[in-house]
């Protein structure tokens, strides 16, 4: 099984990412929005490991053999040739046939599984791409086949398309620099309304505000960061580490925002509006 | 020393000593081996390290490395059990004579100080298969660059703060480039990738 990449468009490919290399400055990368594209396998029929595309739009692939493919996370213009297709339906596409997400209506990542998995190099046990290391075992570009793995049948479709998690209030939990925080700035932090900003990435996702107090120092020993961690930037942004965040940094960590809300945030569009709590139970 | 819950996967241990996080590395991992805890990665850095766990138990995590750490507080741990590794340098760096300036002293002084110590790997971080080497002479001690160059190539040897390191590929960076070296201290098709891991000794040899 094959398929050929026409256009590339704002994609990459994306698995579970190369954990376990933290230790020598490895990010662990992987799907940004790791329940979506789990998803995109489950209804498949793909373990969750396989690799898929992750895309902001663009992406047109040819399928050189028949074989089902899944469309999940945001919501987007997706197509066989003209035919649309439904988020979380598994789609037959038959050879010759064009598979393409054009435009993202709602969110920042959608996934295109295709059954059996894209197939293709690893580097440290990952086919992810990472943005971050440019670690990249499969650049796509157009004319690139890429070879499937064996499919399997058990495939599933939803009635109701599963969209991904909203996250536009998130919990702050302790990090390592929360007490560095006045009891003052704490409030001041949870007071703000954040702003999604145009820089966010596959390596954080960036809030900003405006007049914050600010009295925490600029730069700490480096401490290791995890996705979710949440710095403090001088600047008064936050930055929450999202798949491709590097393994250490020396900015504040003010708080750790939970994995399944780092879900939600990499699918914010730039300019949504974030709000805080802390979470003061531990 | 502090230890506590980093949200509700991963486990912090700081406050550490410098060079400290590297040393106990292995021994973290054994212990939560040993404990029936799946670590996904323990992570060193400055004067911590990151157990990262499957389970959302911090508080058992927290309890094995109180327990460890206490232990471990009366052993030598200035001893390094890490291998040592030699690195040929040839100081050709870019910002040599800045250096040398900068600190006041002639780039020989620098040359000499800098190849004449013996470093250890105290964390990576930055770039994959970048270490941070402990143990660069006070007198070299300097802020980064004012403004970082938009491209250092692999193999450059800097110094920056109070580290020494070796970039192991192409990168931004804001370091002074005091030296280049031949030897590939990152390759993917290597196992492991990392010639200079935590904990390694590292020895500066001069070949200029």
Partial sequence: MTLRIERAGITTVQDHGRSGWAHLGVPTSGAADKASCALANRLVGNTPHSAAFET??????????DFNVVVTGADCDAFVDAEPIRRCVVTTVHTGQRVRIDR?????????????????????????????????????????EIRLGIPHDATTSLDIAV?????????????????LLSPAAQAD?????????????????????????????????????????????????????????????????????????????????????????????? | MRIAAYGQEATIADRLDSGVAALLVDDVRMACINAGIVTIDVI??????????????????????????????????????GNTVEIPVRYDGADLDEVARACGMSVDRVVDLHSNTTYTVEFCGFAPGFAYLHGLPEQLHLPRRASPRARVPAGSVAIAATYSAIYPGESPGGWHLIGTTSLRVWDTGRTPPALLQPGTTVRLVNIS
Wanted: without cysteine; charged residues 15%; aromatic residues 4%.
């Fill in chain 2, 44 to 81: 060193p850095a400055a004067q911590s390290f990151v157990v990262v766990h499957s389970n959302k138990d911090s508080a058992s995590v927290q309890l094995l490395l109180a327990d460890l750490l206490t232990n471990r507080r009366n052993d030598n741990l200035t001893s390094s059990f």
């Fill in chain 1, 56 to 65: 902001s739009g663009g992406l047109v692939i040819t399928a050189l053999h």
């Fill in chain 1, 104 to 144: 993202i209506r709602e969110g920042v990542f959608s996934y295109l599984s295709v059954s059996g998995g894209l197939d293709g190099p690893r580097v440290l046990d990952s086919q992810s791409h990472d943005t971050l290391s440019r670690i990249i075992p499969l650049a796509l570009s157009e004319g690139v």
């Fill in chain 1, 189 to 282: 932090i949870s007071k703000h309304s954040w702003v999604v900003s145009p820089m966010s990435n596959r390596v954080g996702i960036r809030l900003t505000t405006s007049s914050l107090l600010v009295n925490v120092p600029a730069e700490l020993p480096s401490v290791p960061l995890i996705r979710g961690a949440v710095q403090l930037t001088p600047a008064g942004e936050l930055v929450i580490m999202a798949a491709d965040h590097p393994t250490t940094g020396g900015y504040p960590i003010i708080g750790v925002v939970d994995s399944d809300d780092v879900d939600g945030l990499v699918q914010l569009p730039a300019h949504s509006r974030v709000t805080t709590t802390w979470n003061v139970e531990k």
């Fill in chain 1, 163 to 179: 969209s991904p998690r909203r996250t536009d209030h998130i919990l702050l939990q302790p990090g390592p620099s929360t007490e």
